[in-house]
């Protein structure tokens, strides 16, 4: 008589006992979780950043608050001409843009007026930008760009004066500061569409 391996066999026994000891240990592990996620849920809410990193001062974002708006929302107060920044863009500008602001080897500055609508458009300050204060609020931030805001508040203004006068829109001698530089007509200051998106208020002109 042939005997066969019983279910109840040694093998079949710890094969049931594995399973009913996984489950076990997947049932106390959720138990711990879930224990556990009151203290720690209180402690993510309370600390958003995880520890990291600290609320910026007054001082601090003052130092970045910089923005200045086409309107002239954002100017320090301040003056310069374009006789006064004559200094500061040979010193400072004219290795990049040249004497003239139409010799490169960098972005050319003057010049391009009426070329907008030709085969060989030339984007310049004068030919494309179409605000003044766009023109104040760049030099701030990014020239010289070896040495990016190293000029003072007036040399930023006697600069743009200046760019400006190489363009043929403001005189040698007339004074920019936080009142007159909004007022600037650039020439391609209607060349612009107006921006779709409805949240964007259209200004009426």
């Not at 005997?3 to 106390?28: C, E, F, N």
């Not at 224990?35 to 958003?48: D, G, K, N, T, Y």
């Not at 006064?84 to 391009?112: F, K």
């Not at 409805?198 to 002109?205: A, C, F, G, S």
Request: charged letters at 20%.
């Amino acid at each position: 008589m042939q005997i066969g391996r019983s279910q109840g066999s040694p093998k079949g026994l710890r094969y049931r006992v594995g399973i009913i000891v996984g489950a076990v240990a997947v049932l106390v592990a959720i138990l711990v979780a879930q224990a556990f996620r009151p203290a720690i849920e209180p402690a993510v809410a309370q600390s958003p950043t995880f520890g990291i990193g600290r609320a910026p001062t007054a001082e601090e974002l003052k130092a970045i608050d910089i923005d200045v708006f086409p309107d002239g929302r954002g100017l320090p107060p301040g003056r310069g001409t374009a006789r006064a920044g004559r200094e500061t863009y040979t010193s400072r500008c004219v290795t990049c843009h040249g004497p003239t602001g139409t010799e490169g080897p960098q972005d050319i500055l003057a010049g391009g007026q009426g070329s907008l609508n030709t085969s060989a458009p030339l984007k310049t300050v004068g030919s494309y930008w179409p605000f003044a204060t766009t023109l104040w609020d760049y030099l701030r931030r990014a020239m010289p760009f070896d040495h990016p805001g190293t000029l003072t508040t007036d040399q930023v203004y006697a600069t743009t004066a200046y760019v400006l006068f190489l363009n043929g829109i403001v005189g040698e001698d007339d004074v920019l500061d936080e009142t007159t530089l909004p007022r600037v007509k650039m020439p391609n200051r209607d060349g612009f569409v107006g921006d779709p998106r409805p949240d964007i208020p259209v200004k009426k002109k």
